[in-house]
T-cell receptor, first 115, second 114 residues
Framework: AQTVTQSQPEMSVQEAETVTLSCTYD???????LFWYKQPPSRQMILVIR??????QNATENRFSVNFQKAAKSFSLKISDSQLGDAAMYFC????????????FGTGTRLQVTL | DAGITQSPRYKITETGRQVTLMCHQT?????MFWYRQDLGHGLRLIYY???????DKGEVPDGYVVSRSKTENFPLTLESATRSQTSVYFC?????????????FGPGTRLTVT
């Protein structure tokens, strides 16, 4: 079974600075997808960014980018120019193409953004 | 309303009572999922459904029952609620099979079992 580990329960960043959230995963599969979800206080789960394992190029969505290291099974999220609205819980998730699209989540990292 | 909705948003019930959480999506997505979110565990899959009348267990199915008589609805029933089922429950849907298809989440239901 796949597992996803987020070793940073909480992180803090100053507004306009850059922060990196860590995620590692364990799998024996070669083809899979990885995701970062944001959960603000409203509880709504919002997809931030996704990465296909077969793509070597790191995914980027505006201020959000990932560092995908397939051999190391690492998938970190970098948030540039942090904004107050980035404060939330961030979940890393793994999805295998062969298991009915089920998502396996990490335990989350709470990000605080300070002035 | 378009999208995926859950009701109720908040529910307090007593130990031993039956409670049903509702999930409705307007996209005609084939796949639907129920997750529970607890501190220190992230989200864990309870049950999922690939189509109407097709359901299967996830990681933590004990104490829960699901049904899917219509594509758009996927209710989750706690037959005899226990305090350990106090949690936030999320329903999600996905257009099709395959990891490339995004899962869309409902707003969640906070359930408290006293």
């Amino acid at each position: 079974a796949q597992t996803v580990t987020q070793s940073q329960p909480e992180m803090s960043v100053q507004e306009a600075e850059t922060v990196t959230l860590s995620c590692t995963y364990d799998t024996s599969e070669s083809d899979y997808y990885l995701f970062w979800y944001k959960q603000p206080p409203s509880r709504q789960m919002i997809l931030v960014i996704r990465q296909e394992a077969y793509k070597q190029q790191n995914a980027t969505e505006n201020r959000f980018s990932v560092n995908f290291q397939k051999a190391a099974k690492s998938f970190s999220l970098k948030i540039s120019d942090s904004q107050l609205g980035d404060a939330a819980m961030y979940f890393c998730a793994y999805r295998s193409p062969g298991t009915a699209s089920k998502l396996t989540f990490g335990t989350g990292t709470r990000l605080q953004v300070t002035l | 309303d378009a999208g995926i909705t859950q009701s109720p948003r908040y529910k307090i019930t007593e130990t031993g009572r039956q409670v049903t959480l509702m999930c409705h999506q307007t996209w005609s997505h084939s796949y639907m999922f129920w997750y529970r979110q607890d501190l220190g565990h992230g989200l864990r899959l309870i049950y999922y459904s690939a189509a109407a009348d097709i359901t299967d267990k996830g990681e933590v199915p004990d104490g829960y029952v699901v049904s899917r008589s219509k594509t758009e609805n996927f209710p989750l029933t706690l037959e005899s609620a226990t305090r350990s089922q106090t949690s936030v429950y999320f329903c999600a849907s996905s257009e099709s099979w395959g990891a490339s298809y995004e899962q869309y989440f409902g707003p969640g239901t906070r359930l408290t079992v006293t």
